[in-house]
């Protein structure tokens, strides 16, 4: 077993196997060991949203366990060639940000931001970078740029440096104006500012609301 969420073991079979795993195999468990493949959620092929799933970690030892029981619809093979001893991670956190690149239809030709290059962004990054996408990467930690690099960023943000931050507004607003980019907006004079946090608060805005300084007009 593996410290953490994730379970590596072998598989003890109870019943039929369904998934072409038997006795002995190597599988994995994310978070998930069960659901109750009947509910709506279920058919739909949403079980991790199944009031009834139970999780590996609460009530249990997680990671830490000898054992574990789980539906052997959780349970994933495992390639021969995976290196267990990093395995774990992949079907939790790696799992986390791999699918919605899936999910938000990532192309090659992207440019992608990875916000904050922990536990989950460097493995994004790493995703990413085998896409073939441009990645900003974006760090708190500027100890980590030369091994953010190497990991597959194409450029490495400071998020704690003013003046990189500025560099990327400008490179937006640009791409902004080249393109006609811009929020819908609804103006206000100052004078009617209760009406604007009025119309705001009643979800009447579409989409911003600008309040326009006016009182120059009413100036002797």
């Not at 077993?1 to 196997?17: F, Q, R, S, T």
């Not at 468990?29 to 709506?40: A, P």
């Not at 500012?193 to 009182?215: D, S, T």
Request: charged share 20%.
């Amino acid at each position: 077993m593996v410290p953490g969420h994730e379970i590596i073991g072998e598989i003890i079979a109870a019943g039929n196997a369904v998934k072409n795993v038997k006795d002995g195999d190597k599988v994995g468990l994310g978070w998930m060991s069960s659901s109750c493949m009947s509910c709506e959620q279920c058919m739909d092929g949403q079980h991790h949203l199944c009031s009834k799933s139970e999780a590996i970690i609460v009530g249990r030892n997680g990671g830490f366990s000898d054992k574990v029981r789980g539906h052997w619809s959780w349970a994933i093979p495992l390639p021969d060639a995976i290196d267990i001893s990093k395995a774990g991670a992949l079907l939790c956190g790696g799992i986390t940000v791999f699918n919605p690149i899936i999910l938000a239809g990532v192309k090659p030709t992207d440019k992608v931001a990875v916000i904050g290059i922990g536990g989950l962004g460097h493995m994004a990054l790493k995703f990413l970078k085998h896409w073939r996408c441009e990645v900003i990467a974006f760090s708190s930690n500027a100890n980590k740029k030369e091994e953010i690099l190497i990991m597959g960023a194409s450029q490495v943000i400071d998020s704690t440096a003013p003046e990189e931050l500025e560099s990327i507004t400008g490179t937006m607003l640009d791409f902004c104006v080249r393109h006609h980019i811009y929020p819908d907006v609804e103006e206000f004079p100052m004078e009617k500012v209760n009406e604007a946090i009025e119309h705001l608060e009643n979800g009447k805005a579409r989409f911003r609301i600008v309040l326009k300084n006016n009182y120059s007009q009413h100036l002797p």
